[in-house]
């Protein structure tokens, strides 16, 4: 969902206290993630951020929660990218 500052809302499903940090999978509306740090004091929000700023090849600064801070279910803003280039950087599988 793109707007005037070219700017891309993802959801995601967040699980915290994972073995390690993957993409686990997309539904076609929600991209799920595994996040090894644990949710305490903001850690998991910091590593997730970290996680998808690694994976997107963009700078961690392009890179909001917008919604969800303290949920598994977020919304985040991504600076710079397209949905689809977002989705091919990531490697997201359909779930069936």
Known sequence: MPDVS???LITLHVQPGARKNEVAGYDGRVIRLKIAAPPVEGKANIELIAFLSQRLDIRKG???IRRGLTSRDKVIAI?????????RR?????LL
């Open 79 to 87: 600076d710079g990218l397209s949905r689809d280039e977002v989705l």
């Open 62 to 64: 392009a890179l909001t």
């Open 90 to 94: 990531l490697s997201v599988k359909t």
């Open 6 to 8: 070219n700017e891309t």
